[in-house]
């Protein structure tokens, strides 16, 4: 599930939204639009070449003032900071700077097409990223081999940055490679795949709870995949609470249990899907999606996108009144109206033309906003968690209800809330450099997540930024 | 030649989750599912021990074959509670003349095995220790292990409980 278009008119919102009757749209429809967006893109990426670039923060009245800002002055900045390291987060952007880290291995649905394929994408989450987030974000593909190839890397890129955010990393190294990194450094480490997802969802979850008037301690819980999203959210729910012998995790191989045939393999070549398989057995049941289904309250499914993997007789044998997370995209695995049919009280998806969008673009600028202004030192699930709280509070000022689980991206109001209930997080665990009142990280958060709109808007009407060309765009250099 | 006792026991060992008693030949058809469950662990570790075909019924006839034979040890581990009569774990070890070494008689265990969720609690060091005395009993002045050399978790257990490292044995595909 990636994040989709935040601004003013996505591009998923091409798509317009749809009544609950009406037929899913067709595949020949759909994918009609998936490649004329594709064909713009790629227009419009070679008419602006690229997305970012790196614009000065401060006056330049003459040459002279490079003094100041370079040599000779700087040498008094940077023996500053030699003396006291802490002081880069006071004297340069590192305070605000996130590297983007990924090897390309797992790029969207498009697999392993290696770092400089997946620069692009990371162009893309950057200016999600200074957009959403008011956060300098710089894409950074490696060229690399092994995990401690990658790990050495992103270990030896950390001084210019106060976090990471990993991305497009293959399962199951992006597990050991995120540990890893976070115990090596002493900023806050992000994998989107892992924690955005999770995070987006739990914070679905917690309403869709409330709304049909559930505790996440008695629910039966069902994941349908176990990948970087799904292990992650099996984490969360547990630390939220979650009975592990009423949460069954469902892989392609059928439910994840402590006696199935792979699980010595998995003890070896992914020892956290091993200690889940632990952990849960299975949430007492062996089998498949069906012996998991059947009883069961909720269903999270973020799995490779198979259209149909969730049947509608599957909904059916759950409990009254079920939860179905159907996250895939861009076919979810069971359509929402489907869901409904045989059943489903609250349905969520991973798309933006269907209600309860669960969107990493909800959970990453926020988050990211929060422990940068708590420059914090980690990023522990408890940061995670408060994000995810934060996030269902959001939606409530709308009204929490089936349809509403989750605050849309038009919903802006509510990532400062999320920036702040991080960063307190982050001063309540001891990690926080920064430590603040609530009310001054609010006021920051909004300050900078306001900037970047008004700095665009400003941007195109001084015509720094040309106007997007209509129709097929001329071809240009700058 | 294997074995995977699991992780280092957690100080548990004082009540082990599991009973030991020496095996049966009814055990064998619990045993052998345990025993290719390792032998497929070791695949992991090494392609030069890649699981046969016909390692099934194989393993059937090795296996009763050792219950036969006074210069083999073949215990199991039984579970608790509700798993009091399942067998979740064995030991297979042998005892081998040292024609040129003292002690003379060594006993090599070969197969280590407990279900995951009976490791990690004391399960594996109880087994050891079981089938270090039983050897013992048979006249072994030394216990060695056999595993595959990439199996560090395995490596950790033995090392944890005093064993090191005596002889290699190197491979290369004829």
Request: charged content about 20%.
């Given at each position: 599930m990636a994040e989709s278009a935040p601004a003013a008119r996505p591009p998923h919102r091409l798509a317009r939204r749809r009544d609950a009757s009406a037929e899913p749209p067709t595949d020949r429809r759909r994918e009609g639009q998936t490649e004329e967006l594709g064909r713009r893109a790629v227009?419009?990426?070679?008419?602006?070449?690229?997305k970012i670039e790196t614009v000065p923060k401060v006056p330049v009245r003459s040459l002279h003032d490079f003094s100041i800002w370079y040599t000779p002055g700087v040498a008094e900045v940077s023996r500053a900071i030699h003396r006291d390291p802490e002081l880069a987060f006071e004297l340069t952007g590192r305070w605000n700077t996130v590297a983007i880290v990924t090897d390309g291995s797992r790029v969207l649905g498009l697999g392993d097409i290696g770092p400089l394929a997946a620069l692009p994408v990371m162009e893309g989450k950057a200016l999600l990223f200074k957009f959403l987030g008011g956060v300098d974000a710089v894409p950074v593909p490696i060229s690399v081999k092994s995990p401690d190839e990658f790990l050495a890397t992103a270990e030896a890129l950390a001084p210019a940055f106060g976090?990471?955010?990993?991305?497009?990393?293959?399962?199951?190294?992006?597990?050991?490679?995120?540990?890893?990194?976070?115990?090596?450094?002493?900023?806050?480490?992000?994998?989107d795949d892992q924690l955005g997802t999770a995070a987006a969802t739990v914070?679905?979850?917690?309403?869709?709870?409330?709304?049909?008037?559930?505790?996440?301690?008695?629910?039966?819980?069902?994941?349908?995949?176990?990948?970087?999203?799904?292990?992650?959210?099996?984490?969360?729910?547990?630390?939220?609470?979650?009975?592990p012998s009423r949460l069954s995790l469902v892989d392609h191989t059928g439910i994840l249990h402590a006696e199935r045939d792979d699980v010595d393999e998995l003890s070896v070549r992914h020892p956290w899907k091993y200690r889940l398989a632990l952990q849960t057995n299975g949430g007492g049941r062996t089998g498949?999606?069906?012996?998991?289904?059947?009883?069961?309250?909720?269903?999270?499914?973020?799995?490779?996108?198979?259209?149909?993997?969730?049947?509608?007789?599957?909904?059916?044998?759950?409990?009254?009144?079920?939860?179905?997370?159907?996250?895939?995209?861009?076919?979810?695995?069971?359509?929402?109206?489907?869901?409904?049919?045989?059943?489903?009280?609250?349905?969520?998806?991973?798309?933006?033309?269907?209600?309860?969008?669960?969107?990493?673009?909800?959970?990453?600028?926020?988050?990211f906003r929060g422990v940068l202004d708590a420059r914090a030192r980690g990023?522990?699930?408890?940061?995670?968690?408060?994000?995810?709280?934060?996030?269902?509070?959001?939606?409530?000022?709308?009204?929490?209800?089936?349809?509403?689980?989750?605050?849309?991206?038009?919903?802006?109001?509510?990532?400062?809330?999320?920036?702040a209930a991080v960063a307190d997080a982050a001063v309540a665990l001891g990690i926080a450099r920064h430590r603040r009142t609530h009310d001054e990280f609010l006021t920051r958060a909004r300050q900078l997540m306001a900037r970047p709109s008004h700095l665009v808007r400003a941007l195109a009407q001084a015509r720094l930024t040309r106007p997007m060309p209509r129709g097929r765009p001329r071809r240009s250099t700058a | 030649m294997s074995a995977a006792p699991g992780a280092p026991s957690t100080g548990e060992a004082s009540a082990p989750p599991v009973h030991v008693r020496p095996a049966r030949d009814a055990d064998v058809p619990s045993i052998v599912p345990l025993l290719l469950r390792l032998k497929r662990l070791n695949e992991e570790f090494d392609p030069l021990l890649k699981v046969r075909d016909d390692a099934e019924p194989r393993a059937?006839?090795?296996?009763?074959?050792?219950?036969?034979?006074?210069?083999?040890?073949?215990?199991?581990?039984?579970?608790?509670?509700?798993?009091?009569?399942?067998?979740?774990?064995?030991?297979?070890?042998?005892?081998?003349?040292?024609?040129?070494?003292?002690?003379?008689?060594?006993?090599?265990i070969v197969d280590i095995y407990l279900l995951p969720l009976y490791r990690r609690r004391g399960g594996g060091e109880y087994l050891l220790r079981e089938v270090t005395s039983a050897l013992k009993a048979k006249g072994a002045g030394v216990v060695t292990a056999e595993f595959p050399a990439q199996n560090e978790i395995a490596v950790r257990f033995y090392a944890k409980r005093g064993f090191r490292p005596v002889t290699s044995i190197h491979a290369r595909t004829l």
């Open positions: 227009e419009l990426s070679r008419f602006y070449a690229g976090g990471i955010n990993l991305e497009d990393i293959a399962s199951p190294k992006c597990f050991g490679i995120l540990e890893e990194l976070s115990h090596r450094l002493e900023i806050p480490v992000w994998h914070a679905g979850l917690l309403n869709a709870l409330r709304a049909t008037e559930r505790s996440v301690r008695e629910v039966r819980t069902v994941l349908l995949g176990a990948g970087a999203a799904n292990l992650a959210t099996a984490r969360l729910l547990l630390a939220l609470g979650q009975d498949g999606l069906a012996q998991a289904l059947d009883g069961a309250d909720v269903l999270v499914a973020a799995s490779t996108p198979v259209p149909g993997t969730v049947r509608p007789e599957h909904v059916r044998a759950m409990a009254p009144r079920p939860i179905v997370f159907a996250l895939a995209n861009p076919e979810p695995e069971i359509w929402p109206d489907a869901a409904r049919a045989a059943g489903a009280a609250v349905v969520a998806t991973g798309r933006s033309d269907f209600p309860n969008q669960v969107n990493n673009s909800l959970v990453f600028p926020a988050v990023m522990p699930d408890e940061i995670v968690l408060a994000a995810a709280r934060e996030l269902a509070r959001g939606a409530e000022r709308k009204g929490v209800t089936a349809q509403h689980i989750l605050p849309t991206m038009e919903e802006a109001e509510v990532f400062p809330h999320v920036a | 059937g006839e090795v296996v009763r074959a050792q219950l036969a034979d006074p210069k083999a040890v073949v215990l199991v581990a039984e579970g608790s509670g509700a798993d009091r009569e399942k067998v979740v774990g064995f030991v297979r070890a042998s005892l081998r003349e040292r024609p040129f070494y003292t002690p003379q008689v060594e006993g090599t």
